[in-house]
């Protein structure tokens, strides 16, 4: 059975770090993308950055690009997405998804994604 715990979420102010964790069990990460999503009230669910199937790529969206590192431990069965220069509009839910994809076009559909864990709250605020 695949479950996806996600921790590390909290209350940070502007500029400030954070480092979510997903702890993966029930499959191989390697045989899957998996990677992060995140839904901020009345907003829709959207991807923030993802690693594929195909090459093991890794994918940013361009709101993140050059804050946010993703990576993935498989020896652990985690991975982790490390927030640096955090903003105001970063505040959501995360969430940590497994799924098909194999990469290529940007962003990819949630609906690709079958297992999704609980979701951490992010917010940044002074």
């Known amino acids: 059975q695949v479950q996806l715990v996600e921790s590390g979420g909290g209350l940070v102010q502007p500029g400030g770090s954070l480092r979510l964790s997903c702890a993966a069990s029930?499959?191989?990460?390697?045989?899957?993308?998996i990677g992060w999503f995140r839904q901020a009230p009345g907003k829709e669910r959207e991807g923030v950055s993802i690693?594929?199937?195909?090459?093991?790529?890794?994918y940013y969206a361009d709101f993140v690009k050059g804050r946010f590192t993703i990576s993935r431990d498989n020896a652990k069965n985690m991975v982790y997405l490390q927030m640096n220069s955090l903003k105001p509009e970063d505040t959501a839910v995360y969430y940590c998804?497994?799924?098909?994809?194999?990469?290529?076009?940007?962003?990819?559909?949630?609906?690709?994604?079958?297992?999704w864990g609980q979701g951490t709250q992010v917010t940044v605020s002074s």
């Open positions: 998804a497994t799924g098909l994809w194999y990469g290529g076009s940007w962003p990819p559909s949630p609906e690709l994604f079958g297992d």
């Open positions: 029930g499959f191989t990460l390697d045989d899957y993308a």
């Open positions: 690693i594929s199937i195909s090459e093991s790529r890794t």
